[in-house]
């Protein structure tokens, strides 16, 4: 069993005044062999609470524990976890197997054991011919896969990633995400994964958990966080093109996804519509969709539709919004 | 034929009076390792009858030898000490923060701008009261940290990312073993230009080893052969033939590592 459960987890930086609070009494449950994405903005606290995790960090306040046991006092090594950094931080001087050996070394492990178990890992990663490599001379995605080659031998309760994919480009990101997948389907251990990216958040996570200045904004599935926002703020985050969001009366915002407005012409039946003119402004075809950016009454408004669009420019058209698919959210960005 | 910038040659000149300044004296030095004493004082490169003899005399009669074993010791040993201790100083000021540590850093590097002369006198009556004149521990202990050594380290450990030092932690070796198997393997190129330029200091130090030592058997180099210098009469012939012996292994050294101190000297002068 290896759940791992924060409890009013806090922690500040600095003393005295100069004190600030990165997270502020947290509670999140991760459940065994879950795959948890942490996401949020820059400077939210995401790595900072992975790191308390890992116990690189100390914890200001709250009780850490993994498994059944409380880890709050436990160095990082005998915490049973393994972390993968955004820079990898594999050892320049020594080579891919020696990388992915070190920790195995540095526990005394039997030599055959370990020669046995980077066998195994370098196999699953397809390592095999890179052995003898250093990091210098192995691409950005080969490094990566030396990276989760070193936490895998460690055999962990819990892995956790600090956004491991945000150095590749984005088709090598798109297929090391496929692996993790994999990966975390086979191995069935429990991963706290880190990223900024939403889109990386929905496609891995079993849960999302978004963080917004050390405060947790909402915890659900992707589709969930998706379709139900608590709040803006969730809604701005979540998705892609974001959510628009037009100021309605006495205050309150309406948020509508892009791909629940459609041009008038092509609306299915809709139980609950409702109809706007709007002014088109720019169009970009991107194959199988197209996003039209609209002008309404002094806002913007994106529009996903399907194929091409043969709208022109400064064209005014008229839309039908779903209405079943809106969200109101009240002046504190609250839904309601 | 090429045409040569006339900025080229006018660096190369430039170049060319530097090199002739500084190789004059080495090359009196070894032609005068070559004359017998009433020869000394001519100009004449190659003397009228060249002679071996002083180098003989100087292995053959005087404590050369032994000097020259006190200098690879001492500045070895000097120079080994200093590579740890201010690796490990830097990396502490580097990468640890601790009450203090910015206070710490400022004094270490307040004694750069201490000299040699008004040093001694403390070290003096540090020795003295320890019982350590005229000791091998005595010669090295001013040397054993310096504070230019543990400025630049720590300058260089600035740029080892933290993270390798966080990733050792969780493979999980000992903070110590994170110092030496995984830092100090990040700049070795600081190191060794750390350790040419301790060792050549050490090699050519004077002040200090005059002061601390007064038997013989305990001289180094430099202070062995100002031995020669009496009140009288100065033994050219034979200082110049020691310093010609001595000036060997700095050669050596150059020759070998020159593409580190090469570096060593942008790095020192450009690293801020
Ligand atoms: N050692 C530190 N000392 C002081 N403040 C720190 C320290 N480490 C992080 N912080 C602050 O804590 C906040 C959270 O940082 P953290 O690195 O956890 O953000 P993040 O969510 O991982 O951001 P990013 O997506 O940019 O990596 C930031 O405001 C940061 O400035
Ligand atoms: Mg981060």
């Not at chain 1, 005014?316 to 109101?328: N, Q």
Request: glycine share 8%.
């Amino acid at each position: 069993m290896s759940k791992v459960s924060l409890s009013n987890i806090s922690k500040s930086f600095g003393q005295g005044k100069k004190s600030v609070e990165v997270i502020k009494n947290l509670d999140l449950e991760i459940a065994d062999k879950e795959l948890l994405v942490l996401v949020g903005p820059s400077g939210c606290g995401k790595s900072t609470l992975l790191r308390m995790v890992a116990g690189l960090e100390d914890i200001s306040g709250g009780d850490i524990s993994i498994g059944d046991r409380v880890v709050n006092n436990l160095e990082p090594r005998e915490r049973n976890i393994a972390f993968v950094f955004q820079n990898y931080a594999l050892y320049p001087h020594m080579s891919v197997e020696k990388n992915i050996s070190f920790g195995l070394r540095a526990a005394k492990m039997d030599k055959a054991l370990i020669k046995e178990k980077v066998a195994a890992a370098a196999e699953i990663l397809e390592l095999e011919e890179l052995m003898d490599r250093k990091p210098a001379e192995l691409s950005g995605g080969q490094r990566q896969r030396v990276a989760m080659g070193r936490a895998m031998v460690r055999e962990p309760d819990v892995f956790l990633f600090d956004e491991p994919l945000s150095n590749l480009d984005a088709k090598l990101r798109a297929s090391m995400r496929l692996e993790i997948k994999r990966l975390h389907e086979r191995l069935k251990t429990t991963i706290i994964y880190v990223t900024h990216d939403q889109m990386e958040a929905m496609t891995l996570a079993d849960r999302i958990v978004i963080l917004k200045d050390g405060e947790i904004q909402q915890i659900g599935s992707p589709m969930e966080l998706y379709q139900n926002p608590a709040n803006q703020f969730v809604a701005g985050f979540i998705g892609s093109p974001e959510m628009n969001f037009l100021a309605g009366e006495d205050g309150k915002t309406m948020g509508i996804r892009p791909e629940d407005i459609y041009l008038a012409g092509s609306a299915p039946e809709l139980s609950e519509a409702k109809r706007m003119n709007a002014t088109l402004q720019v169009s970009e075809p991107l194959g199988a969709e197209t996003l039209l950016t609209f002008d309404f009454e002094g806002q913007g408004l994106t529009v996903k539709v399907p194929g091409v669009a043969t709208v022109e420019a400064g064209a005014e058209v008229e839309l039908v919004i779903d209405g079943g698919k809106v969200c109101f959210f009240g002046m504190d960005g609250e839904r309601c | 034929m090429k045409q040569i910038a006339p900025k080229k040659i006018v660096i190369w000149t430039l170049l060319f009076i530097g090199a002739v300044i500084m190789m004059t004296p080495i090359i009196f030095m070894f032609s005068a390792s070559f004359k017998f004493n009433d020869e000394i004082y001519e100009l004449a490169l190659i003397s009228s009858e060249p002679t071996l003899s002083n180098y003989i005399y100087l292995f053959g009669n005087t404590e050369f030898l032994m000097w020259f074993t006190n200098s690879i010791f001492v500045a070895l040993l000097t120079t080994l000490c200093v590579l740890f201790f201010d690796s490990l100083v830097g990396y502490t000021l580097c990468k640890f923060r601790f009450r203090g540590r910015k206070i710490i850093f400022i004094a270490i590097l307040s004694t750069l701008m201490i000299p040699t002369e008004m040093l001694v006198i403390p070290w003096y009556i540090l020795a003295r009261d320890l019982g350590l004149l005229d000791s091998y521990i005595g010669l090295i202990f001013p040397g054993i940290m310096t504070g230019f050594g543990v400025f630049l380290m720590k300058q260089f450990f600035e740029s080892v990312p933290d993270d390798y030092l966080d990733a050792a932690r969780i493979d999980g070796i000992s903070e110590f073993e994170i110092f030496t198997k995984i830092a100090i393997p990040m700049v070795t190129p600081a190191l060794s230009a750390l350790a040419i330029f301790t060792f050549l200091g050490n090699w050519t130090a004077f002040l200090w080893p005059l002061i601390v030592t007064s038997s013989a058997e305990l001289y180094t180099i430099p202070v062995g052969l100002s031995s020669f210098s009496g009140e009288f009469q100065s033994e050219w012939e034979m200082i110049m033939t020691g310093a010609a012996v001595a000036s060997l292994p700095t050669l050596l050294i150059f020759l070998i590592l020159q593409r580190y101190i090469i570096r060593g000297v942008i790095l020192g002068g450009l690293k801020e």
